[in-house]
């Protein structure tokens, strides 16, 4: 059992930057997979960035590759998520999640996939003004 909880959520200009992170209870962070995921008003819960357990492996979204980077620190228990160039169409609630299995591998289908991850963060809010 892992508890997820995150932070760094906010208000921000388009075009500016925002990290937001989760800190994870429990010591097994480490073998977890982890990701972002975000609901935007109204739309469903959408895939962001997912990193294996080591660090070593990342997959992103198409609508934030080369802006957003996702990253962790074990020693920590957290998974970041640094956000540039943000646009108002970034606004939404950001979600993080952590999967049993350690690895990063498979069809993007597989990856992005909210029910293959088994515990979540409560969220929190980022908001891109124009």
């Known amino acids: 059992q892992v508890q997820l909880v995150e932070s760094g959520g906010g208000l921000v200009q388009a075009g500016g930057s925002l990290s937001v992170s989760c800190a994870a209870s429990?010591?097994?962070?480490?073998?977890?997979?982890m990701s972002w995921f975000r609901q935007a008003p109204g739309k469903e819960r959408e895939f962001v960035a997912a990193?294996?357990?080591?660090?070593?492996?990342?997959v992103y979204a198409d609508s934030v590759k080369g802006r957003f980077t996702i990253s962790r620190d074990n020693a920590k228990n957290t998974v970041y998520l640094q956000m540039n160039s943000l646009r108002p169409a970034d606004t939404a609630v950001y979600y993080c999640?952590?999967?049993?299995?350690?690895?990063?591998?498979?069809?993007?289908?597989?990856?992005?996939?909210?029910?293959?991850?088994?515990?979540w963060g409560q969220g929190t809010q980022v908001t891109v003004s124009s």
């Open positions: 999640a952590a999967a049993n299995r350690g690895y990063v591998s498979g069809s993007y289908s597989f990856i992005s996939s909210a029910s293959e991850y088994n515990y």
């Open positions: 990193i294996n357990w080591s660090g070593g492996r990342t």
């Open positions: 429990g010591r097994t962070f480490s073998t977890y997979a």
